[in-house]
């Protein structure tokens, strides 16, 4: 691993944007068509982490992203713009139907064409899916360490520090490359692409790849390749009363309220 | 008692190992199958120590203790791994059903790659339907999904706090195994480690929370978020933003999931608009109240009551009510 010249490589994920997926009312179902995709945020924070380790100590950062279909073009020139040197789509018409243990070997495939980067940058979950199994996924497939919940990263000649952020204790822990690191919002704010940095995105290369470059066989489907086989999504029928309380002033708002919480027991007169 | 086709569970959290069982107990019951729990015995633990484990476990409803013994005092994440792998390869139970801690989750998901097998993290319900094991989780936010597994043994967690830790039960029997596993290299060091310490009351024990979000517009707004909660007697909660890019309160304040998941009786959400990141923090909250300008707010949908209105104003009026409504 030549230290001149290091390589960082991001997983990003194209997720529909949550806040924008509406409920089809006969079924129940999410309107996944109308919504429109985004990247998924957490990446967004590995690919900035990438893009300031690349401008700390040079080198080059990549993406790769698994895709059902080529995404809106103004996401992948987001990434460009962001500081990403190269986007490698891998193209497959069943992504839709695979979970995490199929997507960690497809990308630990698609590393390993990549070869000889130092660290793998994830965000620590998906907004869609939130199963927090990638990364570490990618780790165990490729035999190299990982660490999750990461809210700094310090490099120093090939090798990594990380301050993790876990439910009980903080950790600095060390760790040689190449390995794998997965982020929260935690560890910094994704920057804005400047107008310029847009413009200079369309210049650089977006490649797609497809599961024969990867030495796959061609003919089946990912859901075949998959552990976990989902048979429904459903928005769930109301949980919460979702009562208005309202009418009035906001002493009168909250009298009510008063009442209400006190009605409940939810109010100790001690 | 390890016999194929057990449901085992771990957890690296003493307490989340109680939800586990609970969790575990009727799954055990609806395969017949025995429930093992899997300890990891550090080598500088007494037998005393173990033996009030392998007891308590027992007592609230495994059939089994599985002992992984002479456990290195520093093992991390990488000896549970090869741990947990070595006991699915010699005991093929039919699941393993894990805390979705993060560091739970990160154990789970590497050995469920070792394993080349399916994984359903953070399940809200899981039931065997006609013999089959199928799991319900959130999508999207705020979506149910059901899935079932395709390979064996299916792995699964279960977010910290989904399932209230079962009633003792002095009666039960059960059986106690011990396994040996040589510790694999462990690549990462740790340089420091450091407990949080808790800067007041434990969030997630707290019987009511008065949480605030963005709709605060400064840190010297504070005391009136904390009068709130006072009156109810009650700890004072706050999304990320707040916790981290401003830090108004401390990190152990913070909801949501790279916070403390958390589940009181009473949750005011005030000015918190509920981005999922947050939701997924407090969704198992009994009676939700949230107050907030925007009526189109995420956290709406997750309320029993609503309150359309500006915190700055229904905040300290619900303080004065609920004084008032004291003697």
Known sequence: MSDAAPRFVVCAKFAPDTAQLRVDPQTRAPRLEEAPLRISTFDEHALEEAVRLKEAHGGRVEVLSLVAAPPPEELVLKLLAMGADRVCLIEEPTAHAADSLATARILSAALAKLGDWEVVLCGEGSIDSYARQVGPRIAAELSIPVLTHVTQLDREAGSFTAHRGLEDRTEVVACAAPLVVSVGQEINQPRFPTVLQILGASQKPTEFWHLEDLGFPVDTSLEVWSGIVTTEVRAPEARRSGLSIDGGSAAEVAGQLARVLFAKGLVKLV | ?327
């Open chain 2, 1 to 327: 008692m390890t016999d194929r086709g057990a449901i085992c569970v771990f957890s690296e959290n003493r307490e989340v190992v109680l939800e586990l069982l609970a969790a575990g107990r009727p799954l055990a019951d609806q395969a017949q199958a025995n429930l093992v729990s899997i300890v990891l015995e550090k080598r500088a633990s007494t037998p005393t120590e173990s033996h009030v484990i392998v007891e308590e476990q027992i007592a609230l409803g495994a059939d089994g203790v599985l002992i992984v013994e002479d456990v290195p005092d520093r093992a991390g994440a990488a000896f549970e791994v090869a741990a947990l792998q070595h006991v699915v390869n010699l005991h093929e139970p039919h699941m393993l059903l894990m805390g979705g801690t993060a560091h739970g989750t990160e154990v789970l998901a590497q050995l469920a790659q070792r394993l080349q097998v399916g994984c359903a993290t953070d399940c809200t319900n899981l039931e065997f339907r006609n013999g089959i094991l199928e799991i319900e989780r959130t999508v999207f936010g705020r979506f149910t999904c059901r899935q079932t597994f395709r390979t064996r043994p299916a792995l699964a967690s279960v977010r910290p706090r989904r399932f209230a830790p079962p009633e003792r039960c002095g009666e039960r029997h059960g059986g106690v195994e011990r396994v040996r596993v040589e510790a694999p290299v462990d690549p990462v060091r740790v340089v420091e480690r450091r407990e949080r310490v808790a800067s007041g009351e434990r969030i997630d024990r707290a019987a009511c929370i008065v949480a605030v979000g963005r709709g605060l517009r400064s840190a010297q707004d504070l005391p009136m978020i904390e009068a709130l909660a006072q009156a109810l007697d009650g700890t004072v909660g706050a999304t990320r933003p707040l916790t981290n890019d401003l830090e108004w309160l401390p990190i152990d304040a913070k909801v949501g999931l790279s916070g403390t998941t958390v589940r009181p009786k009473l949750y005011i959400a005030c000015g918190i608009s509920g981005q999922i990141e947050h939701i997924v923090g407090m969704r198992e909250s009994e009676v939700v109240v949230a107050i907030n300008t925007d009526s189109a707010a995420p956290i709406m949908a997750e309320a029993d009551y609503r309150v359309i209105g500006d915190l700055y104003e229904v905040v300290p009026a619900l303080t004065r009510a609920l004084r008032e409504l004291r003697p």
